[in-house]
């Protein structure tokens, strides 16, 4: 019988000493509505610019930013009716514990060291393809002009929005199931791989899976899904910095056409 007046740890580790209540079927019911529902949502929203989702010199970087807010609100959508609404996890369950300021800073500088080693990672492939790596989504996604507006945007959405929800659906829900079920190395790998693929950049996947597995293990000696959020928040900052400085200097974009 537990003791009511103990102190509750301050955070837990990833694993948990108990299992998320959710079956292979309700993680395969989230990828169906989360990539089925965004994938027939984002034509429908691009149908009224006349454009289709990778479509070069598309509807402007404005809209495209707001496209990539709804879809990550869809995705979070989904989450929450199915995991929490439905199966009643918690927030907790999820990752959502309180972070030790010294890991705020920890996770500063391995956001710091995940982008020269994440860029080693697609020139390393580079080198062993004989190609450079083709990112289409950088069509997409680069702005026609540089713009504070612009700029500001992306971090909102790359930065803050996008991080939230990916690490809630990669660690806090792919990862924990994995590792409470198979073990550490094959949530790590697993996860990682998952979320590279679903990234949807074939040329990316080796580099985008060694980002997830920094995300992976840095989850796990925090317990909290916090410390993820920041490391990937921050390297997306990082990332959409250099791209826009790219365009105000009017460097070529690797992996861009034209």
């Known amino acids: 019988m537990t003791d009511p007046n103990a102190p509750a740890p301050s955070s837990a580790p990833a694993g948990g000493p108990g299992r998320l209540p959710l079956s292979v079927t309700d993680l395969l019911l989230i990828v169906i509505l989360a ?40 995705l979070f959508a989904v989450i929450y009716g199915v995991a929490v609404a439905w199966r009643g996890v918690s927030w907790a369950d999820l990752g959502f514990r309180p972070i030790d ?42 702005p026609e002009r540089f713009g504070w507006d612009l700029y500001l945007g ?13 690490e809630l659906a990669f660690r806090g829900l792919l990862y924990r199931w994995l590792r409470e079920r198979l073990g550490i190395w094959i949530a790590a790998f697993g996860s990682a791989l998952g979320f590279s693929v679903l990234h949807g950049i074939p040329g990316l996947i080796p580099a985008i899976a060694v980002l997830g597995l920094v995300l992976a293990w840095i989850y796990e000696i925090t317990g909290t899904i916090w410390a993820p959020i920041i490391v990937h928040g921050l390297y997306n900052a990082i990332v959409t910095t250099v791209l826009y400085a790219a365009v105000s200097q009017g460097a070529p974009l690797p992996g861009a056409g034209g």
């Open 35 to 74: 990539l089925g529902g965004s994938r027939l949502l984002l034509p429908v929203l691009l149908q009224p610019f006349g454009v289709t989702p990778m479509d070069q010199g598309g509807p402007g970087t404005a809209v495209i930013l707001g496209l990539l807010a709804v879809q990550t609100a869809f």
């Open 101 to 142: 300021t010294r890991w705020i800073r920890r996770a500063v500088m391995v956001a710091i060291a995940a982008f020269p080693l994440v860029s080693f990672v697609s020139y390393l492939q580079m080198q062993i393809m004989g190609q450079p790596i083709q990112n289409p989504q950088m069509d997409l996604l680069k």
């Open 154 to 166: 992306m971090l909102l959405v790359a930065g803050v929005l996008a991080p939230v929800v990916e």
